[in-house]
């Protein structure tokens, strides 16, 4: 079956950076839209930030102009570049082809204050 790999995440100080990778199918990277989102505990999964696969990029208000989102066709891979970490970008992320019922296993985020 289709199979995501995220990994990439641990534990930082506020004003850290981390870089997530996941790793997926060719297709999904050629003909998905691919997203990164976000849960913590108590809380509701929320969009972090989509890339099409012509290139078009889109943010949450809560990471725009901190995170960045790119992917490497030849790797299979998308990445979530994040920078200037706060605490309560704390969350388990997952990698997420838009349209489909296919998620990664999540990696932990933790930033410390």
């Known amino acids: 079956q289709d199979q995501l790999v995220e990994s990439g995440g641990g534990l930082v100080q506020a004003g850290g950076s981390l870089r997530l990778s996941c790793v997926a199918s060719?297709?999904?990277?050629?003909?998905?839209?691919m997203g990164w989102y976000r849960q913590a505990p108590g809380k509701q999964r929320e969009s972090v930030a989509t890339?099409?696969?012509?290139?078009?990029?889109a943010y949450d208000d809560s990471v725009k102009g901190r995170f960045t989102i790119s992917r490497d066709n030849d790797k299979n891979t998308v990445y979530l570049q994040m920078n200037s970490l706060k605490p309560e970008d704390t969350a388990v992320y997952y990698c997420?082809?838009?349209?489909?019922?296919?998620w990664g296993q999540g990696t932990q985020v933790t930033v410390s204050s």
């Open positions: 997420h082809p838009i349209a489909t019922q296919v």
């Open positions: 060719k297709r999904f990277i050629k003909l998905n839209v």
């Open positions: 890339i099409t696969p012509v290139g078009s990029k």
